[in-house]
Protein backbone atom coordinates (compact mmCIF):
# COMPACT_ATOMS: atom_id res chain seq x y z
CA UNK A 1 0.00 0.00 0.00
CA UNK A 2 1.36 3.54 -0.88
CA UNK A 3 1.53 5.93 1.68
CA UNK A 4 2.30 9.62 1.04
CA UNK A 5 3.83 12.13 3.78
CA UNK A 6 3.93 16.04 3.30
CA UNK A 7 6.57 18.31 5.51
CA UNK A 8 7.76 21.21 5.62
CA UNK A 9 5.05 24.08 5.36
CA UNK A 10 5.17 27.14 7.08
CA UNK A 11 4.62 30.83 6.70
CA UNK A 12 6.67 32.98 4.66
CA UNK A 13 6.83 36.83 3.23
CA UNK A 14 5.73 37.59 0.13
CA UNK A 15 9.24 37.11 -2.17
CA UNK A 16 10.40 33.91 -0.13
CA UNK A 17 11.41 30.43 -0.13
CA UNK A 18 9.93 27.34 0.70
CA UNK A 19 10.86 23.59 0.45
CA UNK A 20 8.04 21.31 0.84
CA UNK A 21 8.87 17.30 1.28
CA UNK A 22 7.16 14.40 0.40
CA UNK A 23 7.92 10.84 1.97
CA UNK A 24 7.13 8.17 -0.12
CA UNK A 25 6.47 4.79 1.50
CA UNK A 26 5.54 1.27 -0.31
CA UNK A 27 6.49 0.38 -3.41
CA UNK A 28 5.78 2.37 -6.51
CA UNK A 29 7.71 1.81 -10.56
CA UNK A 30 8.54 4.30 -12.49
CA UNK A 31 4.77 4.01 -14.32
CA UNK A 32 4.11 6.85 -11.14
CA UNK A 33 3.96 10.51 -11.31
CA UNK A 34 4.60 12.03 -8.06
CA UNK A 35 2.62 15.67 -7.92
CA UNK A 36 2.25 18.72 -5.97
CA UNK A 37 -1.28 19.96 -5.61
CA UNK A 38 -2.63 22.82 -3.43
CA UNK A 39 -6.06 24.18 -2.60
CA UNK A 40 -7.36 27.35 -1.40
CA UNK A 41 -9.80 27.75 0.48
CA UNK A 42 -12.89 28.27 -1.69
CA UNK A 43 -11.32 26.96 -4.93
CA UNK A 44 -10.47 23.30 -6.85
CA UNK A 45 -7.85 21.42 -6.07
CA UNK A 46 -4.96 22.40 -8.70
CA UNK A 47 -1.75 20.37 -9.84
CA UNK A 48 1.21 22.55 -10.27
CA UNK A 49 3.77 20.11 -10.08
CA UNK A 50 4.88 16.61 -11.04
CA UNK A 51 7.73 14.17 -11.85
CA UNK A 52 7.60 10.88 -13.54
CA UNK A 53 9.25 8.48 -10.75
CA UNK A 54 12.54 7.74 -11.33
CA UNK A 55 12.67 9.03 -14.95
CA UNK A 56 12.92 12.69 -14.11
CA UNK A 57 10.90 14.23 -16.20
CA UNK A 58 8.75 17.13 -14.97
CA UNK A 59 5.82 18.75 -16.21
CA UNK A 60 4.57 22.41 -14.15
CA UNK A 61 1.65 24.45 -14.41
CA UNK A 62 1.80 28.03 -15.62
CA UNK A 63 1.19 29.71 -12.29
CA UNK A 64 4.18 28.33 -10.86
CA UNK A 65 6.69 27.74 -14.10
CA UNK A 66 10.36 29.34 -13.26
CA UNK A 67 9.34 29.74 -9.52
CA UNK A 68 8.87 26.36 -8.37
CA UNK A 69 10.95 23.32 -8.91
CA UNK A 70 10.01 19.67 -8.39
CA UNK A 71 12.96 16.92 -7.49
CA UNK A 72 13.43 13.79 -6.32
CA UNK A 73 16.03 11.80 -4.67
CA UNK A 74 14.91 7.68 -5.45
CA UNK A 75 17.17 6.62 -2.37
CA UNK A 76 15.26 7.80 0.20
CA UNK A 77 12.03 7.69 -1.71
CA UNK A 78 11.07 11.32 -1.63
CA UNK A 79 10.33 14.10 -3.59
CA UNK A 80 10.47 18.27 -3.37
CA UNK A 81 9.15 21.18 -4.22
CA UNK A 82 11.45 24.31 -4.10
CA UNK A 83 9.18 27.12 -3.97
CA UNK A 84 10.93 30.64 -4.55
CA UNK A 85 9.29 34.22 -5.44
CA UNK A 86 6.51 33.23 -3.37
CA UNK A 87 3.41 35.74 -4.13
CA UNK A 88 -0.17 35.47 -1.33
CA UNK A 89 -2.05 33.65 -4.26
CA UNK A 90 0.57 30.41 -3.84
CA UNK A 91 -1.13 30.34 -0.56
CA UNK A 92 -2.94 26.85 0.40
CA UNK A 93 -2.66 23.35 1.73
CA UNK A 94 -0.27 20.96 -0.33
CA UNK A 95 -0.98 17.79 -1.17
CA UNK A 96 1.79 15.21 -3.01
CA UNK A 97 -0.25 12.40 -4.56
CA UNK A 98 0.77 9.13 -6.40
CA UNK A 99 -0.69 7.85 -10.08
CA UNK A 100 -0.56 6.58 -12.76
CA UNK A 101 -2.22 9.28 -15.61
CA UNK A 102 -1.55 7.88 -19.11
CA UNK A 103 -1.57 10.91 -21.10
CA UNK A 104 0.49 14.20 -21.30
CA UNK A 105 -2.65 16.85 -20.76
CA UNK A 106 -4.37 14.82 -17.51
CA UNK A 107 -0.15 14.95 -15.85
CA UNK A 108 -1.55 17.53 -13.54
CA UNK A 109 -5.19 15.90 -13.44
CA UNK A 110 -6.77 15.81 -9.62
CA UNK A 111 -8.06 12.40 -10.95
CA UNK A 112 -5.12 10.62 -12.02
CA UNK A 113 -4.19 10.46 -8.95
CA UNK A 114 -5.03 7.83 -6.49
CA UNK A 115 -2.79 7.69 -3.76
CA UNK A 116 -2.67 11.41 -2.04
CA UNK A 117 -0.89 12.56 1.97
CA UNK A 118 -2.72 14.57 3.75
CA UNK A 119 -1.38 18.29 3.26
CA UNK A 120 0.49 20.80 4.53
CA UNK A 121 -0.17 24.43 5.09
CA UNK A 122 1.48 27.31 3.07
CA UNK A 123 1.13 30.84 4.05
CA UNK A 124 2.55 33.76 2.62
CA UNK A 125 1.62 36.98 3.87
Known amino acids: HVQLVESGGGSVQAGGSLRLTCTVS????????VAWFRQAPGKEREGVATIRNVVGVTRYSESVRGRFTISEDTRKNTVFLQMSSLKPEDAAVYYCAAGRPNRAPILLSVGAYNFWGQGTQVTVS
Open 26 to 33: GYIDSNYW
